[in-house]
T-cell receptor, first 114, second 110 residues
Framework: DTGVSQDPRHKITKRGQNVTFRCDPI?????LYWYRQTLGQGPEFLTY????????KSRLLSDRFSAERPKGSFSTLEIQRTEQGDSAMYLC????????????FGSGTQLSVL | SQQGEEDPQALSIQEGENATMNCSYK?????LQWYRQNSGRGLVHLIL?????REKHSGRLRVTLDTSKKSSSLLITASRAADTASYFCATNRGAQKLVFGQGTRLTINP
């Protein structure tokens, strides 16, 4: 069990640029979640996958955001035409998908949009 | 939107004292979970309590749940400097996602 890993840890970009984050969940976990967290707030749900299927998307996820999980393994979150309001910590979590859901989180990707 | 509200937003105590944090939520739940987050890091699961349970213990942690009041509390006994972190409650309503509160920032002073 190597834990949930996220890459990169930090990303600085200019407004209008596209960015992509990667998440590698714990290998036997079939559910994968993306959350966004701003300073002093709790994580806000963005989307989640059951294997390769994206089952729910938050209204927070505008059409500039897209997430994929090809083959039900790693996941990517892409933000197109970034805005300063996108600056936040993007957290990935995974779970086994059985019964009571305990989430295992990665260390997050801190995005700064200048 | 966030379902839970933690109280207090910030708490500062001396090492060795007990710390109590409260969480209120709005709708019926299947379970409630508490997580800890150290600065700039991901969240770590601490404890889960189901809707049909009233109290649960794990080491120095004690969680209570009152579904009639839609509230939960997390007690950390004999606090240590390493307990300094933000603590979040999260509710599971049967949908697959967890909904987090805004958190309590706990500072343990040596």
């Amino acid at each position: 069990d190597t834990g949930v890993s996220q890459d990169p840890r930090h990303k600085i970009t200019k407004r209008g640029q596209n960015v992509t984050f990667r998440c590698d969940p714990i290998s036997e976990h079939n559910r994968l979640y993306w959350y966004r967290q701003t300073l002093g707030q709790g994580p806000e749900f963005l989307t989640y996958f059951q294997n390769e299927a994206q089952l729910e998307k938050s209204r927070l996820l505008s059409d500039r955001f897209s997430a994929e999980r090809p083959k039900g393994s790693f996941s990517t979150l892409e933000i197109q035409r970034t805005e300063q309001g996108d600056s936040a910590m993007y957290l990935c979590a995974s779970s086994q998908g059985q019964g009571d859901e305990k989430l295992f989180f990665g260390s997050g990707t801190q995005l700064s949009v200048l | 939107s966030q379902q839970g509200e933690e109280d207090p937003q910030a708490l500062s105590i001396q090492e060795g004292e007990n710390a109590t944090m409260n969480c209120s939520y709005k709708t019926s739940i299947n379970n409630l979970q508490w997580y800890r987050q150290n600065s700039g890091r991901g969240l770590v699961h601490l404890i889960l309590i189901r809707s049909n349970e009233r109290e649960k213990h794990s080491g120095r942690l004690r969680v209570t749940l009152d579904t009639s009041k839609k509230s939960s509390s997390l007690l950390i006994t004999a606090s240590r400097a390493a307990d300094t972190a933000s603590y979040f409650c999260a509710t599971n309503r049967g949908a697959q996602k967890l909904v987090f509160g805004q958190g309590t920032r706990l500072t343990i002073n040596p």
